[in-house]
């Protein structure tokens, strides 16, 4: 049985960070997808990042790019998102996703991502 689990949602002020954590249990595909999803109260989910498990290929959504940092570590079944210079507009629900890749492609459709994580909040206030 597949499990995601995430940890490390809080509340900070705008300009802070955090990291948010997820482990991995039950995925026995070496080679897949690991993506990071938020979304927001009245809004449509909305990819973050994704990281290629067999080669470390790394994907960012443009809002995010220099600020948010996707990581794994592979010997410990974990994907990290180091996520700095917080904004109000990061404000979501984040979700924790894992799936097969298409070669050693990842990409940014949720559908393509067959195991959530129940997911973690995250409020960046101003």
């Known amino acids: 049985q597949v499990q995601l689990v995430e940890s490390g949602g809080g509340s900070v002020q705008a300009g802070g960070s955090l990291r948010l954590s997820c482990a991995v249990s039950?995925?026995?595909?070496?080679?897949?997808?690991m993506g990071w999803f938020r979304q927001a109260p009245g809004k449509e989910r909305e990819w973050v990042a994704h990281?290629?498990?067999?080669?470390?290929?790394?994907s960012y959504t443009g809002s995010v790019k220099g600020r948010f940092t996707i990581s794994l570590d592979n010997a410990n079944n974990m994907v990290y998102l180091q996520m700095n210079s917080l904004k109000p507009e990061d404000t979501a629900t984040y979700y924790c996703?894992?799936?097969?890749?298409?070669?050693?492609?990842?990409?940014?459709?949720?559908?393509?991502?067959?195991?959530w994580g129940q997911g973690t909040q995250v409020t960046v206030s101003s």
């Open positions: 996703a894992a799936g097969p890749a298409i070669g050693t492609i990842c990409t940014a459709l949720d559908v393509r991502y067959n195991y």
């Open positions: 039950g995925y026995t595909d070496s080679r897949n997808c």
């Open positions: 990281i290629y498990t067999g080669g470390g290929r790394i």
